[in-house]
């Protein structure tokens, strides 16, 4: 389990399967990752035992700290394509996520207008309305739906206690189309069950749940990286291809990565 963990604020740019030439944030601690998610295929690890309070980078330090890699990035002709929030979990859980969104579009707009700004979340801050006003703001709204069952959320995620799949459609649907859902299959065996969430069974609720979401671009990926949880498979990209025509078949904008 060679799982990894961003040890900077700022880390790039790097060139991303998705996104292009992207340069990070990380607005989660730098030491262990911290998210209300502990999905099973996670490159950053599970969630760890936590004694202490989770010590944040204030919003002070995060603008400061990109404004000078920005500022260098500028002055070595080094253009990126996206800012993107990421890093060591979900940066959505940040207290001061709304005000750090408006300093990165601050600064984005000083440095490199065209670059958009974007953010990977899990969705599941979206009953905060400064975090929904915030990602109404970003370029790339990226929101993960890896099912459309509950159960299998449940496993592929494991979600925090309260986790509720009808209030997450509620939330998603809210954006109005400023949305990009995000969705990992795999498969492949966890915790004594079977796991492939390319099946009918999970396929046909899915591509219903899209319908009801209305998202402006479905983002289809798989594994890339060492797992926490053993025994997951990649999806083949011929597959990943091939559940991308049926979204398209739907009138979706999609993206495959393999």
């Given at each position: 389990m060679a799982t990894f963990l961003f040890d900077k604020i700022i880390f790039g740019p790097?060139?991303?399967?998705?996104?292009?030439?992207?340069?990070?944030?990380?607005?989660?601690?730098?030491?262990?990752k911290f998210c209300n998610f502990n999905c099973i295929y996670c490159e950053c690890g599970w969630n760890p035992e936590r004694k202490?309070?989770?010590?944040?980078?204030?919003?002070?330090?995060?603008k400061k700290a990109l404004d000078k890699k920005?500022?260098?990035?500028?002055?070595?002709?080094?253009?990126p394509d996206v800012i993107t929030f990421a890093g060591n979990g979900e940066p959505t859980i940040h207290p001061e996520f709304a005000g750090i969104i408006d300093d990165t579009l601050e600064l984005r707009n000083l440095y490199f207008p065209s670059a958009k700004v974007a953010v990977l979340s899990n969705a599941t801050?979206?009953?905060?309305?400064?975090?929904?006003?915030?990602?109404?703001?970003?370029?790339?709204?990226?929101?993960?739906?890896?099912?459309?069952?509950?159960?299998?959320?449940?496993?592929?995620?494991?979600?925090?206690?309260g986790f509720s799949l009808?209030?997450?459609m509620?939330?998603?649907?809210?954006?109005?189309?400023?949305?990009?859902?995000?969705?990992?299959?795999?498969?492949?065996?966890?915790?004594?069950?079977?796991?492939?969430n390319t099946v009918p069974s999970e396929l046909d609720p899915w591509l219903e749940a899209l319908k009801v979401i209305n998202p402006?671009?479905?983002?289809?990926?798989?594994?890339?990286?060492?797992?926490?949880?053993?025994?997951?498979?990649?999806?083949?990209?011929?597959?990943?291809?091939?559940?991308?025509a049926k979204v398209q078949s739907l009138g979706f904008k999609t993206q495959v990565s393999g």
């Open positions: 790097v060139k991303s399967r998705r996104l292009g030439v992207s340069l990070g944030i990380n607005l989660l601690p730098e030491t262990a202490e309070p989770v010590t944040f980078h204030s919003r002070e330090e995060v920005l500022k260098d990035m500028m002055e070595h002709n080094q253009k801050m979206l009953h905060n309305p400064a975090v929904f006003a915030a990602l109404n703001k970003v370029d790339d709204n990226i929101l993960k739906l890896d099912s459309a069952n509950e159960a299998t959320i449940r496993l592929h995620n494991n979600p925090y206690p009808a209030k997450l509620e939330h998603l649907k809210a954006f109005k189309g400023h949305l990009i859902i995000q969705t990992l299959f795999l498969r492949g065996k966890c915790k004594g069950h079977l796991i492939d402006r671009e479905v983002m289809i990926y798989t594994i890339a990286r060492d797992t926490p949880a053993q025994g997951l498979e990649k999806v083949p990209l011929k597959e990943l291809k091939e559940i991308a």
